[in-house]
């Protein structure tokens, strides 16, 4: 198995997970739109379990590692 694989698989993870969550968000908004207009627009989320937040910036690559040394 090659690192192109694993990347791949990876970021198929992490678009799953994304899909996942914003879907949730969307069904908890609308309940709370039929459920109670007036006070929908100020509704918190929180994702859960559903958050891709932890998977930020683990796919440390050469592309990565280059854009970032010419940064500094």
């Known amino acids: 198995m090659s690192a ?19 879907r949730k968000r969307r069904r908890s908004l ?3 739109l039929h459920e ?3 006070e929908a627009a100020d509704a918190d989320f929180t994702f859960g379990r559903d958050s891709s937040a932890g998977m930020n910036g683990n796919d440390r690559d050469a592309t990565r590692r280059r854009a970032a040394d010419e940064e500094e």
């Open 4 to 22: 192109h694989d694993d990347k791949r698989r990876y970021r198929k993870l992490k678009r799953d997970i994304k899909q996942a969550g914003n």
């Open 30 to 32: 609308q309940r709370s």
């Open 36 to 38: 109670n207009p007036a």
